[in-house]
């Protein structure tokens, strides 16, 4: 914040060494690799006036957000972030006086992420010409910005420096005098460097999402290399690899919400035990949703590590929650696995058209008559007899790899002659495939 006693000179000088440290730091940053890491606050080391505090700090931060939302075009730009009186509508619609006593990097922080959703809203409304409304107002605030580490967070290590001892594991957020006691510290790397973070309130207690930048090191893992892997999406197994390897990475809400639902149908709405029914089942519910992120990561390394190029179908998993399989298909990973593949550079994808679960990867034979409940593929030109799924990776390997030998520069594509029978075949899919009325196949 600008201090008034400055001179115009002073200020300048001022902003020009904030703004060549935060370019040092970049330019530091950019050679390394950054890590977020998920810190649990544990709030039984505060006392109750402190514990309080903390969640005050979550409901300043959406009165505020709320109270901005409701300024003027004009008065939202003008908003002075030394404002500390303001008003906000309670429960009955009645404005009540609020006084914020949260530190003043928490009202700037919240003051331009606003600003920042704003001017993305309008650039999307320019890009597209059409009005995407206003910004909504919010019912909770559960992730404040710490925007700089050493003011709005910091690591303390007692007063001779050392990380041991009496300060062990205790971090300091602004606004609350003592430090507080975490649990996660072990998942930092010696010799990281702290960054930004987040405070998020979850049903399960308070986290600090903490960035560290680690130092970047020749991964001696990636010498190790695996051969290249077609991926089958299905509905039963989950995931099929065309090594024949089979994921199922469904995780089913467990019985305990299903009785807690209904506990919760049974008490009077408002009342203690409903609060308290009410907060078992988000509790019940983050931890699902933590299981289902755990499954996908580990599928996801297993899959991942150590491979050049993975092919998958380019499915329409969004149209699947709709469909029949929305039950079976939304309990499992499935979702959080694709989005992560997807963004991985060795991954390549085949159009969704393609008909992997017929087209036999021997001979090319579409076989037309398989269903959905035909277990096996049994080729009736060839022969060949594998299960469905593994089947089915098997061809979308073999596509990707034909779609990558005819993209390599140079190599004229391959003679007739030398062709093999899935090579013919998926080369005659994809000219049909490619008349104007049909999808053109992506990437
Ligand atoms: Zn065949």
Redesign the pocket.
């Known amino acids: 914040m600008v201090k008034y006693d400055m001179t115009k000179e002073e200020r300048e000088n001022k902003s020009r060494r904030i703004r060549e440290k935060g370019e040092d730091t970049r330019l530091r940053h950019a050679s390394m690799r950054p890590l977020t890491v998920e810190l649990k606050l544990d709030l039984k080391c505060l006392n109750n006036a402190e514990r309080n505090k903390l969640f005050l700090f979550f409901a300043e931060c959406r009165w505020l957000c709320n109270y901005l939302l409701g300024l003027s075009n004009d008065m939202f730009r003008d908003f002075d972030t030394r404002t500390r009186c303001i008003t906000s509508l309670d429960k009955d619609g009645n404005a009540v006086a609020r006084k914020l006593t949260m530190p003043a990097k928490f009202i700037q922080t919240v003051y331009t992420s606003l600003k920042q959703d704003m001017a993305s809203l309008a650039a999307k409304r320019r890009k597209t010409g059409k009005r995407n409304g206003k910004l909504k107002f919010r019912s909770s605030y559960d992730s404040i910005e710490l925007n700089q580490y050493g003011n709005t967070h910091w690591i303390c290590y007692g007063p001779d420096g050392n990380k041991n001892g009496k300060y062990r594991n205790t971090i300091h957020i602004a606004g609350i005098k003592r430090p507080i006691r975490v649990f996660g510290m072990e998942q930092i790397p010696a010799g990281a460097e702290y960054a930004n973070a987040r405070l998020v309130k979850k049903p399960s207690g308070i986290y600090l999402m903490l960035t560290c930048y680690i130092q970047k090191h020749e991964d001696s893992k990636e010498s190790e290399t695996k051969p290249d892997l077609g991926i089958d999406f299905g509905i039963k197994t989950a995931i099929t690899t065309s090594d024949g390897e089979k994921y199922d990475i469904s995780v089913r809400e467990p019985e305990r919400l299903k009785g807690l639902q209904r506990k919760l149908a049974r008490q009077k709405k408002g009342s203690r035990g409903w609060r308290d029914t009410k907060r078992r089942i988000q509790r019940e519910y983050e931890r699902l949703s933590n299981r289902r992120k755990a499954i996908a990561n580990q599928a996801y390394h297993d899959i991942v590590t150590g491979r050049k190029l993975i092919v998958m179908q380019d499915e329409n998993i969004k149209g699947w929650h709709k469909g029949l399989f929305g039950k079976q298909v939304q309990s499992s990973a499935l979702g959080t696995l694709r989005r992560k593949l997807m963004s991985n550079p060795n991954v390549l994808l085949i159009d969704r058209f393609f008909p992997s679960t017929r087209m036999?990867p021997?001979?090319g034979?579409i076989h037309n008559d398989i269903t959905l409940s035909d277990r096996t593929f049994a080729?009736p030109?060839?022969g060949?007899t594998e299960d469905r799924d593994v089947k089915s990776a098997k061809a979308l390997l073999l596509a990707g790899k034909h779609e990558i030998a005819c993209r390599c520069p140079g190599q004229t594509p391959t003679p007739v002659e030398r062709m093999s029978g899935f090579d013919a075949s998926y080369e005659a899919w994809k000219r049909s495939a490619m008349k104007p009325e049909a999808p053109a196949s992506k990437r």
Do not use: D
Request: with cysteine.
């Open positions: 036999c021997i001979c034979h080729c030109a060839c060949y």
